[in-house]
């Protein structure tokens, strides 16, 4: 692994590029794109079907290794069968029949859209960390108005589901906001936890996007690179500029932050108009995101879809990511990383590696990126500078596979 060159590297990211480019410079790229787009609408229906077949929470519970070590097929290949499985089988019968379910409304929440619960969602979870595989609910049809929290897990129990079918929104004053936060909704030190349902996130990002007007991009990005050896970015919130007329905070959150987690899972809910980022891995180890969604406007600045940062074993498959910036973007220090069946658009396409400022490791390994759709897309797959190559001796910069990207117009 140590032994590959920078040159050979470079070699190889060329032929990666051209091929790449060839692939859907070829006259048929739309008509493998049609194709494909149909392929993928069986399967979506499909693993709907099955879904519904096992019913209950923890349908999608056990399996999940399986998922994440399915070998790519051939290159150029037109896939005939979806690469993964939906996480099933296995565990479901093992799995209990009910869970004690903690429902937000009962530690009162109200879900009237304009009182504050984060207190009664703090009191559920409390609740929830102290029972393995207890189930959060947020119900259908409420309204949740609920500030920055961490749902914090160093001592909860395993296997936790979030099951969100209710729709939670951020508050829009800036005294919620202190100085500045980096994330609105974080999850971390957890083993086990889904977040699942058919609930949706909305940061309101409008009050956040009109003062961002003078923020250089490049200087925020380099905001979200931490180095490998630190658990969290040096870098002080900046205070306002003066409190002057209650402006939101220069730093803006990140809508679902995921830290130092184990098989984590998000599927089925929508996360829409973050302020920043709008779902974030840092520190995960097993990852799972499918039929997942992004729905922010193109020109909503900094707002990428999905970032991922010194993590593992991550697998996105089957989802649908509109945003105004990286649909995805992969950061340092990830590894075994899959993905595939994204639509992606408007945004700005895939990115991989970082800008390797401030003694950032932007090292990356193992990423395969296949079956993409790009609609209204500033960028394909962008690859960044990397840093100094000494500082990637652990990272081989082995496989990139890039495969089958559609671009219709
Ligand atoms: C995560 O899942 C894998 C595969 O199911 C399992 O081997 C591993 O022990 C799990 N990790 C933790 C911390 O539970
Ligand atoms: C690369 O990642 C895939 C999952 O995306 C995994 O199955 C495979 O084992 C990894 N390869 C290596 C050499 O680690
Ligand atoms: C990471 O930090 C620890 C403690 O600060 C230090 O001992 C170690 O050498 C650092 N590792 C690297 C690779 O910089």
Request: charged share 20%; hydrophobic share 35%; net charge positive.
């Amino acid at each position: 692994m140590g032994g590959f060159s920078f040159k050979n590297f470079t070699f190889f990211l060329i032929v990666v590029v051209l091929v790449w480019w060839s692939n859907f410079e070829t006259s048929n790229a739309r008509r493998v794109g049609k194709h494909w787009r149909h392929r993928r609408s069986d399967f979506t229906s499909l693993s709907k079907k099955k879904g519904k077949n096992h019913g209950g929470n923890h349908h999608h519970r056990g399996g999940k290794s399986k998922q994440k070590t399915h070998p790519p097929s051939p290159p150029l290949s037109p896939p005939q069968t979806p690469p993964t499985e939906p996480p099933k089988k296995g565990g479901d019968i093992a799995a209990p029949a009910s869970s004690i379910v903690f429902n937000v409304l009962d530690f009162g929440a109200k879900g009237d859209g304009c009182t504050d619960d984060t207190k009664a969602f703090q009191a559920a979870w409390a609740a929830a960390c102290k029972v393995e595989a207890s189930t959060v609910n947020v119900p259908a049809e409420y309204v949740f108005l609920v500030g920055p929290i961490s749902f914090s897990g160093p001592f909860c129990q395993h296997d936790i589901v979030f099951q969100l079918d209710g729709k939670i929104i951020a508050p829009t004053s800036s005294k919620e906001w202190g100085s500045g936060l980096l994330q609105w909704l974080e999850f971390t030190k957890l083993v086990g936890l889904t977040i699942q349902g058919s609930g949706i996130i909305d940061g309101n990002g409008a009050v956040w996007w009109q003062d961002s007007t003078y923020d250089d991009p490049i200087d925020d990005e380099s905001k979200l690179i931490v180095p490998l050896n630190s658990t969290s970015p040096q870098n002080h919130p900046i205070p306002l500029r003066g409190n002057l007329g209650g402006k939101m905070p220069r730093i803006k959150p990140t809508a679902l932050r995921f830290y130092g987690s184990f098989n984590v899972t998000v599927t089925g809910i929508t996360i829409q108009n973050s302020p920043q980022c709008h779902l974030k891995f840092d520190n995960c180890i097993g990852v799972l995101v499918y039929n997942f969604k992004v729905s922010s406007p193109g020109d909503s600045p900094n707002t990428d879809g999905i970032h991922l940062q010194n993590s593992k074993d991550v697998l996105v498959r089957s989802s649908s990511l509109a945003c105004g910036d990286d649909c995805i973007s992969i950061q340092t220090g990830c590894t075994n990383v899959y993905i595939h069946n994204i639509d992606c658009g408007p945004g700005h396409g895939i990115s991989i590696g970082g800008l390797g400022k401030d003694n950032t490791k932007a090292c990356v390994s193992n990423i395969t990126i296949r079956d993409i759709i790009m609609h209204n897309t500033m960028n394909g797959v962008r690859i960044k500078t990397w840093a100094d190559q000494d500082q990637c001796k652990e990272y081989s910069f082995q496989t990139f596979k890039f495969l089958k990207f559609n671009y219709p117009s």
